[in-house]
C-alpha cells in the first residue's frame, strides 16, 4: 500500500502529515503527488471529500520553497482560484496545517467583509493566494495584485464557476498570468464548457480521473420517510434524539425556513444553528465552528452549503424537505461518509414532495428506501409514491446556491407540531451507489447572491490526506 513516504514529499510535510496522523493518500493524492511534483499540469476529476486540497496544495507547497523566489510587492507565487467564500477559508486552513513547518506567506481573499485587511495583507506580497473571483478582480482592476510572479496556479471546482457564472472573470485572470506557469484544473464533472477551459489553461495536462463521473459518494445509506407536512418538525426532532446522534447537517429547501426550523430545535431542546445565503460570513463561520466543536448538535442549511464544506465525522444528513431537482439531492448527501466513512442520508418527503423523489430515483438509479416503522408514517403518502401527483409551483426571489430559488412561497412545507413517541431507527448500514451529475441552474432562477459573490462575492478544511488504513 502506497504511504506519504512514497510519493517523494519533503520532511517537513511528511512531519505534519505524522503529527495529524496521515499515513496513507487517498487515491487523487497518490495518482496526482508525483505527477505534480515533476511539473506537470494536471487535469483532475475528482468530488469533494476525496482529499484533491491535500493533493494539489502538498506539491505546490513543495515546489514554491524549492524554488527559493520572492513574490515582490503586491505579488503572488501561487493562486489558487475557488468558488466561494467557504471553500476558500477551507484551502486556506488545509495549506497552513500542512506547512506549519516551512516558511511562507499567505492570504485569503473573499467577498462579503472588507476590502483593507486584504489590501494590507497583499501589499508584501504572498507566496500563496487564495482568493474568490469576484474580489480577485475588484483587487485587481485597482491595482492591489499582481500575477508577474506566480508560478503555480490551480482552478478549483471548476464546473462550479461555470454553473456560477465565473468563467469570464477567470479567464480575466488567466489573461494576466504567465504563461510558463505550471497549471491544475479540478472539477467534479466535465460539461463541454469545462473542456473548453482546460483546453486554454493546460499544456500537455496528465488527466487524473478516481471515480467515474456517473457516480457519486458510496457507502451512503439511503432512506425515506414518508410523512404529513405538519409531523416533520416532530419526526426530525425524534430521529436526532433516537439516533444518539452527535452532529447532523439538515437542509431546508429556504433561508426563511432554516431559520424558522432553528427556532423549532432550540424550542424541543436541541442546539441548533442556520448556514444561509442571508447570514453574514462571520455568522456562518461561527456557525461551523460551533457545529464542529459541538456546541450545537443540528446544522441547518439551505444548499449553499451542499458542496465544499467538510465536516469530519458527520454520519447523519437529513433533507427536512427534498430539493427541487436531483443534483442537489446528491451534494446534500455527499456531505456524510466522507474520507471512508459510513453515512446515513434521511429524507422527510410529503404529498408536495413525491414528484422530486421520483426525479431523484431516476437520477441516481435507484429506488431509495422506504422506513415505516415510526409513529408519523402516513400511508397515504407513500401510496401515491408510485403515481405522484405534479408538483407544486415553483417559488420566486432569492435563493440558495446553484440558482435554486429560496424564496418563501406556497406549496413549501414547513414541519410543526412536535408531539409524540417514535421508534428508533438504525445507523449506517450498508454501501449505497449514486450517480453524480453536474448542476445547471433553470432558466429564471438567480443563485443566492450573498452566498456565491458576483461583484459582492462573490470553512474549515477539506479535501484532508486519507487517515492510515
Given amino acids: 500500500m502506497t504511504k506519504f513516504t512514497d510519493l517523494g514529499l519533503n520532511e517537513s510535510l511528511l512531519k505534519a502529515l505524522a503529527e495529524d496522523g496521515y499515513e496513507t493518500p487517498t487515491p487523487i493524492q497518490a495518482k496526482a503527488i508525483p505527477l505534480l511534483l515533476d511539473g506537470r499540469d494536471v487535469l483532475g476529476i475528482a468530488q469533494t471529500g476525496t482529499g484533491k486540497t491535500a493533493a494539489f496544495a502538498l506539491p505546490m507547497l513543495q515546489r514554491l520553497m524549492d524554488s527559493n523566489r520572492r513574490a515582490g510587492p503586491k505579488g503572488c507565487r501561487a493562486l489558487i482560484l475557488t468558488p466561494t467564500r467557504e471553500l476558500a477559508v477551507q484551502i486556506n486552513d488545509s495549506i497552513k496545517s500542512y506547512g506549519r513547518h516551512l516558511r511562507h506567506r499567505t492570504a485569503c481573499i473573499f467577498g462579503g467583509v472588507g476590502m483593507n485587511p486584504q489590501i494590507r495583507a497583499l501589499s508584501g506580497g504572498v507566496d500563496l493566494l487564495i482568493a474568490t473571483p469576484g474580489r480577485l478582480i475588484d483587487l485587481m482592476n485597482q491595482g492591489y495584485v499582481r500575477f508577474d510572479k506566480v508560478e503555480e496556479f490551480v482552478l478549483d471546482e471548476a464546473d462550479r464557476m461555470l454553473d456560477m457564472g465565473f468563467v469570464r472573470d477567470v479567464r480575466k485572470v488567466v489573461d494576466r498570468l504567465p504563461g510558463d506557469r505550471h497549471t491544475l484544473l479540478f472539477s467534479a464533472t466535465m460539461p463541454t464548457g469545462v473542456r473548453d477551459l482546460a483546453d486554454g489553461l493546460l499544456r500537455d495536462p496528465v488527466k487524473v480521473e478516481v471515480t467515474p463521473q456517473s457516480t457519486t459518494a458510496e457507502r451512503i445509506e439511503q432512506r425515506v420517510l414518508f410523512v404529513n407536512r405538519d409531523d416533520k418538525r416532530a419526526a426530525l426532532t425524534h430521529i436526532i434524539d433516537s439516533h444518539g446522534i452527535e452532529r447532523v447537517l439538515v437542509f431546508t429547501r429556504t433561508k426563511h425556513g432554516a431559520d424558522k426550523l432553528v427556532r423549532q430545535l432550540e424550542q424541543d431542546g436541541v442546539g441548533a444553528a442556520a448556514i444561509h445565503g442571508n447570514k453574514s460570513q462571520n455568522a456562518r463561520q461561527a456557525a461551523l465552528k460551533d457545529f464542529r466543536k459541538g456546541k450545537v448538535k443540528a ?26 431537482e436531483p443534483e442537489s439531492y446528491v451534494h446534500r448527501i455527499g456531505r456524510t461518509a466522507r474520507a471512508g466513512a459510513s453515512g446515513m442520508a434521511i429524507s422527510l418527503c410529503d404529498t408536495d414532495e413525491l414528484f422530486y423523489l421520483r426525479d431523484i430515483e431516476r437520477a441516481i438509479r435507484q429506488t431509495v428506501e422506504a422506513h415505516n416503522d415510526h409513529d408519523w408514517h402516513a400511508p397515504d403518502v407513500e401510496a401515491m409514491r408510485t403515481r405522484p401527483p405534479k408538483p407544486p409551483k415553483r417559488q420566486q426571489g432569492g435563493g440558495g446556491r446553484g440558482g435554486r430559488p429560496q424564496g418563501a412561497g406556497g406549496g413549501r412545507p414547513q414541519g410543526a407540531n412536535a408531539n409524540g413517541n417514535g421508534k428508533r431507527f438504525g445507523g449506517p448500514g450498508k454501501p449505497q451507489g449514486e450517480q453524480r451529475t453536474d448542476h445547471r441552474p433553470n432558466r429564471g432562477e438567480h443563485a443566492d447572491r450573498k452566498h456565491t459573490g458576483n461583484r459582492a462575492d462573490r ?5 484532508k490526506p486519507g487517515r492510515a488504513a
Avoid: C, K, M, Q
Fill in 459 to 463: 470553512g474549515r478544511r477539506f479535501g
Fill in 299 to 324: 446544522l441547518v442549511a439551505t444548499d449553499i452549503a451542499a458542496r465544499g464544506i467538510d465536516i469530519d465525522g458527520l454520519t447523519h444528513v437529513v433533507n427536512f424537505e427534498l430539493p427541487n
